[in-house]
């Protein structure tokens, strides 16, 4: 069983940034990929970034991100506090939603293979 609980979202000007945190229950949470997706009112959950197992390495592990915010948004991991960060700068309004973070067995780009969920937090971004 893992637990999720984010934090760090915020309402934020265009061009800003911020740091999301994701911090996780659980002894084996340095053995799932973690995954950021994000829900926008009226719009269905979309992918954000992900996060492989990293292994014997306490701050790596494959990276994958959308295209819409790749370059903008960093997603990293580190096993040793049990606690996945995205670092989202140049923000822009489209980037309004509902962030939540998840884990799952094996990295993937479908909310749908995620095993476990964090309750979101809102990222609002004005124009």
């Known amino acids: 069983q893992v637990q999720l609980v984010e934090s760090g979202g915020g309402l934020v000007q265009a061009g800003g940034s911020l740091r999301l945190s994701c911090a996780a229950s659980?002894?084996?949470?340095?053995?799932?990929?973690m995954g950021w997706f994000r829900q926008a009112p009226g719009k269905e959950r979309e992918f954000v970034a992900g996060?492989?197992?990293?292994?014997?390495?306490?701050?790596?592990?494959?990276?994958y991100y959308a295209d819409s915010v790749k370059g903008r948004f960093t997603i990293s991991r580190d096993n040793a506090k049990n606690t996945v960060y995205l670092q989202m700068n140049s923000l822009k309004p489209e980037d309004t939603a509902v962030y939540s973070c998840?884990?799952?067995?094996?990295?993937?780009?479908?909310?749908?293979?995620?095993?476990?969920w964090g309750q979101g937090t809102q990222v609002t971004v004005s124009s």
């Open positions: 996060i492989n197992w990293s292994g014997g390495n306490w701050s790596g592990g494959t990276t």
């Open positions: 998840a884990a799952a067995s094996t990295p993937n780009r479908s909310y749908r293979v995620y095993d476990y």
């Open positions: 659980g002894r084996t949470f340095s053995s799932y990929a």
